[in-house]
């Protein structure tokens, strides 16, 4: 009879879901880091399994956690030394079709410009065309350097690669690839920064990424460079960034993570502490870029076929740690 | 010695780069259809080879012509029947990168939609993220038909195939292919157009073309489906596409071809006889899918090649017919 308690709130209809995969056997709490202490602390005191986001030591302790189970992929908002001997910690992926397929809408919008041909056309400006000639790029024969070759990193080298892209990896474990041209350590960054046209960021935020692409390198980049940051706004230094986007030390960026996050005291904040929304070589995005209409499905179904094998005893996917 | 006839404008630099590509063995006189009407009477009456664009009975007789080379892939403004017996016609491609990209670069853009986002998240919505959940839609699993499987087809499908669509190509010569999931001939339009949740046509223009998606096409469509246009405005009907778009009968439209063109008595026109350029629902764009920075580069790579032959009396690449 495992205790499970829900820390996030899920979508409508999630948790009936829930329910009803996992069987009479489960006790399912919904509960929530901002709901009445006594009953938070209860909770998790008596939690085998916890499923949330951020798990920091605002928390009431979880002494009989077994699994911890997340439902992103990220965790640098997971404090791991909370979790108690024993304790498994998962994370879940599923989004690397949506972020692969959001970093080729980038890429090929920076080539092809369909926003601004769009405006034109419809007040019978015909630039672009052979009719009032101005040409626009390919992605065919560009290259594409990923720093971090995770799940995002392979599915977006695949599509990248039927784009007829050179590609390389920049990766703490660098390996042959099939979809590769290169790989490489992340000593070797600095070497491979100044023949990427498009730099892509989907490694994990830590110690050893927080802040990563500094003025310093930055400048080591071409001009006509494009960075792309899917990861955590702060594995890019937010001034650098700024200032090398404004004066075009690299041509643009595409930018999906960021600086500022919504709180309770301010929903709708701008995304940074610079003013990156002023800028006309920036396409960005509200951390959206996974936010897909299969995105959930996915990702319950994974975390629930982990938790059927957490009750029997199985091995489970997206193990993070064992503590 | 052959004479040749440049009857299109070049480029800056493209006729010095001819002449001394070719090198003295050739004459080459470069005019234009408006040029001075003896001048121009008299160069075609020598021309051996021509290389235009429109070619119809606006212009004097060619009597000696052996080699007609367009400097595009569609021929629907050459009359053929200008041509003298003995001659060969040949048309010229290297547009399908810049196409694809193109055609890749809209569908991505309907699903994920990042020009949305864009403009929302500079003023601090963060509509689409889980800050504000709104979840967009993914290319993965969605089924593209492609009306003509030539060129610019083959190259939209190995690329589409990164992304897991189910690709179906209806073409007058279906055949199996790796790239598709499967081919049709064209008398299976109809039964095909249920399934398709994005139609790109990029078939000739022709007397079997004209008009082939009507109005009782489009209700055959899902209301989901998006049409893609890089062949010619008139493969659709115009009345009814515009309608279609207006009521909603298909999702969109990503347009690239039109029903009026620039002129020399309007430089700057719309587009369309009917108010395309009022709807929210079609991605536009001013015949420029093609126009890339290395477009040119590769047709003339070609053309000239071509020249070369005609003059060894080899074998011609991309001949369209020979008289």
């Given amino acids: 009879m495992p205790n499970l308690v829900m820390l996030e709130n899920p979508m409508p209809g999630r948790l009936e879901a829930l329910r009803r995969d996992l069987g009479p056997n489960w006790t399912i709490i919904a509960t929530s880091p901002q709901a009445d202490r006594a009953q938070l602390t209860a909770a998790l005191a008596a939690a085998d399994v916890v499923i949330g986001f951020e798990i920091d030591r605002s928390l009431p302790p979880m002494p009989r956690l077994k699994l911890l189970h997340i439902t992103g992929a990220g965790y640098d908002q997971v ?15 599923e ?22 041909m769009d405006r034109q056309i419809r007040r019978g400006d015909w ?3 052979f009719y ?6 390919e992605l065919s024969g560009k290259t594409l350097g990923i720093v971090g070759f995770g799940h995002i990193g392979r599915e977006v080298a695949r599509r990248a690669r039927a784009f007829d892209m050179r590609i390389g990896a920049i990766t703490r474990t660098p390996g042959p690839s099939e979809l590769l041209d290169w790989a490489a350590p992340m000593a070797e960054l600095d070497a491979r920064l100044p023949e990427c046209d498009f730099l892509l960021l989907c490694c994990p935020l830590d110690a050893a990424t927080r802040g990563l692409v500094d003025r310093r390198r930055l400048a080591l980049m071409k001009r006509s460079a494009v960075l792309i940051n899917v990861a955590r706004g702060e594995v890019a230094d937010e001034d650098a960034l700024y200032e090398a986007l404004r004066d075009k030390v690299i041509a643009g960026a595409i930018l999906d993570v960021w600086y500022v996050y919504p709180s309770r005291t301010d929903r709708e904040p701008l995304p940074a502490h610079r003013p990156f929304h002023e800028l006309g070589n920036v396409i960005m995005s509200p951390h959206a870029s996974g936010c897909t209409d299969m995105l959930l499905d996915r990702r319950w179904m994974v975390i629930t076929e982990n938790l059927k094998r957490f009750a029997a005893g199985q091995e489970l996917r997206n193990v993070v740690l064992r503590k």
Same sequence: chains 1, 2.
């Fill in 79 to 93: 404090d791991q030394s909370l979790l108690p001997p024993g304790c498994t910690f998962c994370n879940v992926y």
């Fill in 127 to 129: 630039l672009g065309s």
């Fill in 132 to 137: 009032k000639p101005a040409f626009h790029g």
């Fill in 95 to 116: 989004h690397e079709i949506g972020i692969a397929e959001y970093v080729l809408a980038g890429m090929l919008e920076w080539m092809v410009g369909l926003r601004a």
